[in-house]
């Protein structure tokens, strides 16, 4: 069984940074590709930038292209998510989780969910 741990998140002011990361344990890490997801309340998670098996092939939103940047390490089984010149519309709950795409969308391959990192970024 995965479990997913996100951590990093915080207060941070418009054009700050923050680190996210996220350790998965209890499933074959390396095999899957790996994403990130953010959720404001009362939306849908939404999907931030993925990252191929091997860390060689990454895509992001629209949104966060240019100013975020997803890593991994599959010796320690973790994924990062390197945000730069945050906006207050970043600001959301922060998931990390296996990922598929499925035509022009992108979806957690896995019925589970860790708890989130929170990310608020003020104006």
């Known amino acids: 069984q995965v479990q997913l741990v996100e951590s990093g998140g915080g207060l941070v002011q418009a054009g700050g940074s923050l680190r996210l990361s996220c350790v998965a344990s209890?499933?074959?890490?390396?095999?899957?590709?790996m994403g990130w997801f953010r959720q404001t309340p009362g939306q849908e998670r939404e999907f931030v930038a993925a990252?191929?098996?091997?860390?060689?092939?990454?895509y992001y939103a629209d949104s966060v292209k240019n100013r975020f940047n997803i890593s991994r390490d599959n010796a320690r089984d973790t994924v990062d998510l390197q945000m730069n010149a945050l906006k207050p519309e970043d600001t959301a709950v922060y998931y990390c989780?296996?990922?598929?795409?499925?035509?022009?969308?992108?979806?957690?391959?896995?019925?589970?969910w860790g708890q989130g990192t929170q990310v608020t970024v003020s104006s």
């Open positions: 989780a296996p990922i598929v795409r499925r035509g022009n969308k992108w979806y957690n391959r896995i019925d589970y």
């Open positions: 209890g499933d074959t890490f390396s095999s899957y590709a």
């Open positions: 990252i191929s098996g091997p860390g060689a092939i990454s």
